[in-house]
């Protein structure tokens, strides 16, 4: 289903899904001394869940470089964002620099899971880039050297709210489980992740049902 060379995630959410108040109401803390190491957990449970879930929860934006393009370029790391749209580049070896793409050129399906940007048509009169220039043509050819990328934008909102409440009940969870046990194992517990937080994200793991 994929191709593509690399993803990366070129601009980070800037919206917490679980402050700090929220964690310390979930561990009865009232002071304010761990404060900082509380944020940090919270970071890295955010992290966790998303790669577990191969999902983007809050709105973040994505790059994925191509050898290649066929009819279709699949985005993983949904839910896809409707605005802004996406952006497809080719890289002009000539002038060294990259080119976009017009967005006439295709046709992006934000609402499918996951999204994909697919030619608007196999004519060089109204693809004329994506079809034959620098974009592979309708035979599934390629032009030697060619490189491309795209950028796009996911998650389920600009806002926590947006959010799903069993993604930020396992973010929760997980926050506990790290403050409260400060090594991979201990003589309490021998899990590395808690049950109850791939149980309730097992629930939305997009692989279960792409």
Known sequence: MFTHKSV??????????????????????????????????????????EHYTQRAFVKQQYTAYLDSIGPCVVLPHPPALPEPPPIVEYYDSDTETWEEVDPSEYVYDWQSQPATICQSSCSVHISPTWCQTRIPDCNGGNHAGSRYRVTWWAGYGVEASDVPLLVKQAIMLLTAHYYERRLASDNYSTEEIPFGVTVLLDSIRWRFYA
């Open 8 to 49: 990366t995630m070129t601009a980070p959410a800037d919206v917490p899904i679980v402050t700090v108040l929220e964690a310390k109401q979930q561990l009865h803390l009232d002071t304010t001394e761990d404060d900082r190491l509380i944020e940090h957990y919270i970071k890295t449970a955010t992290a966790f869940c």
